[in-house]
């Protein structure tokens, strides 16, 4: 589901890639993070096995940039396409927003596509979720290969509904961005469209939950907020004010807590309490006489040799030798 | 369900933050992530800003997914707590009421045992704040029309080939 934090104002929405194995999805994310420019993306962060495949997701996170003074954020992920990965392949599939089914354009693949859409379907039933009512687009990958099958072969078995769909070749780039474009269009349509039904249920609700709304005046999501509403912020907080003057608990007990002594100094001499390491320290300190010759520094080596040369001086000139 | 929009207000997230701000001060933890079980990263206290907060959201999420897939099959309904433990940094996960995940790093400087109590104490209070937002549903989810059209004029300039 589309997330909006009004707090960091962020719109967050999940894109995921579906299709069979070696199907292209992971080489679509690629190319989007190779080609968008590195202030817009993120990380690309690839869970795969030692062959390069993908294991549990491919992970992209997009910021097209600020709309109406929200950060507009995609998130793509992709699936692991293989059979028998299907435990992990659901779990992707949670709070989907949009999905890109990557279809294999080989005539050999056909059966693959036919088994990993029937396959969505059903994951999706597992969320409650319904492909229909799901923005979907397809993407007939691998156009570039020699003997695949036409656009009408291919929507007649894959796209009774007829979905948008786009010729893509993900290795060379052809229709991927129009592919996430697309998608990205229908995501937040959709959005739009829920929040309009989210709105005709709040001119139905009943008076409360227009107040609370009010008393919150938000520039960006209530552009028409009259002024004087601003006013009633001051007054309403006060809910808040009476959790957070609740004390947390088991912070006014001190059972669960170390001892109030500087816990730096506890752990930095091996768990020693303090009073014990102040005796046994200070008393070797008062011990060290700073007049003590033993700790006197030494002469450097420059003039130890200069006291050598002194001495042979000295028999020079009692012993006569020259 | 994916027909509902997830919408946090300012006000909801300050509330959380003071929280995860009282949680991080009573363990001694290093920071909090709080990550929806989409893999939204919801808010974040403490030093997080050496942090790649997006992608650990996500693989947070991931990895307590399948854990809990895990935990069907050995018979459990979910596993509530998990814990990764490094050789400086460790990391403590556990439930925040239906949909979100608290995250605690935390290192040497306190113990697993301080940090699970007051995770387990932060997420009772949590879980009571989400209730709420999710009880609030008739607000204005403010997608308004001219940001889809702004977003389109966007999506042009920056997928180019």
Redesign the interface.
């Given at each position: 589901?589309?997330?909006?934090?009004?707090?960091?104002r962020e719109?967050?929405c999940?894109i995921v890639y579906y299709g069979p194995g070696l199907s292209g999805k992971t080489t679509n994310l690629q190319y989007?993070h190779s080609?968008?420019?590195t202030n817009?993306r993120?990380?690309l962060?690839s869970?795969a096995t030692e062959a390069d495949r993908t294991l549990?997701?491919d992970?992209l996170?997009i910021n097209?940039?600020t709309?109406?003074g929200?950060q507009?954020k995609f998130?793509l992920?992709t699936v692991p396409g293989q059979v028998y990965y299907n435990?992990?392949r659901k779990?992707?599939l949670?709070?989907?927003?949009g999905l890109v089914f990557v279809a294999d354009s080989q005539a050999d693949k056909m059966d693959e596509n036919v088994e990993s859409l029937a396959n969505l379907q059903d994951n999706l039933v597992e969320?409650?979720?319904n492909l229909e009512?799901?923005p979907l687009v397809l993407q007939y990958n691998k156009r570039d290969l020699p003997g695949v099958l036409t656009l009408d072969e291919l929507n007649a078995r894959l796209n009774p509904r007829g979905v948008p769909s786009f010729e893509a070749s993900a290795t060379l780039?052809k229709g991927v961005?129009d592919t996430?474009?697309l998608i990205?269009?229908l995501v937040?349509?959709r959005?739009?469209s829920?929040?309009a039904t989210?709105?005709a249920?709040?001119q139905r609700?009943a008076e409360p939950?227009a107040e609370?709304?009010a008393a919150?005046p938000?520039p960006?999501?209530?552009p028409e907020q009259p002024a004087a509403a601003a006013a009633a912020v001051a007054t309403a907080?006060a809910p808040?004010a009476d959790?957070?003057a609740r004390p947390?608990?088991?912070?006014d007990t001190t059972r669960?807590r170390k001892p109030a002594t500087s816990?730096?100094a506890g752990?930095s001499a091996g768990e020693l309490p303090a009073e014990s390491l102040g005796r046994s320290i200070t008393p070797a300190i008062s011990s060290v006489d700073p007049a003590d010759s033993r700790l006197a520094p030494q002469m450097a080596p420059s003039l130890r040799r200069r006291g050598d040369t002194r001495k042979r001086g000295f028999f020079k000139r009692v012993f006569g030798i020259k | 369900?994916?027909?509902?929009?997830?919408?946090?207000?300012?006000?909801?997230?300050?509330?959380i933050d003071?929280v995860l701000k009282?949680?991080l001060k009573?363990a001694?933890a290093k920071c909090a992530l709080l990550v929806?079980?989409?893999?939204?990263l919801?808010?974040r206290q403490g030093f997080t800003h050496s942090l790649?907060t997006?992608?650990l959201a996500?693989?947070l999420a991931?990895s307590f997914?399948?854990t809990r897939?895990i935990a069907r099959l050995v018979g459990e309904p979910e596993f509530s707590v998990l814990f990764h433990q490094g050789k400086k940094d460790h990391i403590h996960m556990c439930i925040v009421g239906e949909r979100s995940i608290l995250v605690v790093i935390f290192d040497?400087?306190t113990t697993i045992g301080?940090v699970r109590?007051?995770a387990r104490?932060a997420a009772e209070e949590l879980t009571r704040v989400f209730q709420s937002i999710v009880e609030?549903?008739?607000?204005?989810?403010?997608?308004?029309?001219?940001?889809?059209d702004?977003?389109?004029e966007?999506?042009?300039d920056?997928?180019?080939?």
């Open positions: 589901m589309v997330s909006i934090n009004y707090s960091a719109v967050c999940k989007i080609k968008v420019p817009t993120g990380k962060i869970l549990y997701f992970f996170p097209i940039g709309i109406n929200f507009a998130q992920y435990a992990t779990l992707v949670r709070g989907v927003d969320y409650g979720y009512e799901l780039g961005f996430l474009k990205i269009k937040l349509d959005a739009k829920s929040s989210a709105v249920r709040r609700a939950g609370r709304v919150y938000h960006i999501r209530r907080v808040e959790t957070a947390y608990p088991g912070t669960f816990s730096l752990s | 369900m994916s027909d509902d929009t997830f919408i946090i207000y300012e006000e909801e997230i300050a509330t003071a009282r949680m009573g001694e929806d079980k989409d893999g939204h919801i808010t790649d997006t992608a996500a693989l991931g997914a399948s897939e040497d400087r301080m109590l007051y104490e609030r549903k008739d607000a204005d989810p403010g997608i308004s029309d001219d940001f889809t702004k977003a389109r966007k999506l042009d920056i997928f180019q080939d």
